[in-house]
């Protein structure tokens, strides 16, 4: 995808993202992720995939594809899947067994992205089923957009299932994690730094 496509795809991303979002910090910190100066693409980046992308990331798309909020920007994942670096993180606190193999992370803008820039973040998280990433932190602020069945938790307040098209919003440096059930979970995630 061209610099100017990628382009548009942060800001079909951040607009979708803010029509979806449930907390007013979440539309603060978009409306201003939305106002960043657009970035160049990076040098040629080498697409990654992995056994767990390439078992679990068609399903997950088909499925939110059929939610008429998030269909355009499904389809807008589906023309980038070509190009995506995903890579595993570290392993962490009450990760599930298997963690490394069973998850993947793509980078879209933001440190190593596609667009490599450091003020905005945007990327995807997929999980296998019955996959419960570690519990972590970090000082950006973000805002997830589920694209898939599965729970999340923010702080020590309970686990909760936003669906397909839900929306919540993490502090800065506040723990949270994700867990699917049984079918895979599929994650946008937006952070400001
Ligand atoms: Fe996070």
């Not at 995903?86 to 879209?108: K, L, Q, T």
Request: with cysteine; net charge neutral; aromatic share 6%.
């Amino acid at each position: 995808m061209t610099a100017i496509a990628l382009t548009s795809f942060v800001e079909l991303a951040l607009r979708i993202t803010v029509t979806r979002a449930q907390d007013p910090r979440s539309r603060a910190m978009l409306v201003a992720m939305q106002g960043a100066r657009p970035a160049q693409a990076h040098g040629p980046i080498a697409a990654r995939t992995a056994p767990v992308v390439d078992r679990y990331l068609a399903p997950a798309l088909a499925r939110a594809g059929g939610t008429a909020a998030v269909a355009p920007l499904i389809e807008a994942i589906g023309t980038l899947v070509p190009q995506l670096c995903w890579r595993p993180r570290a392993d962490g606190p009450n990760a599930s067994e298997g963690f490394s193999a069973a998850h993947a992370n793509a980078m879209i803008a933001g440190p190593g992205g596609l667009q490599d820039r450091q003020d905005i973040w945007i990327g995807l998280s997929l999980l296998a089923p019955e996959t419960r990433y570690p519990d972590h932190a970090h000082s950006p602020e973000e805002t997830y957009l589920t694209l898939s069945p599965g729970e999340f938790r923010v702080g020590s307040v309970d686990w909760f299932t936003p669906g397909i098209g839900g929306s919540f919003y993490v502090p800065p440096a506040e723990t949270h994690a994700m867990k699917s059930g049984d079918t895979p979970l599929l994650a946008l995630w937006a952070l400001r730094a």
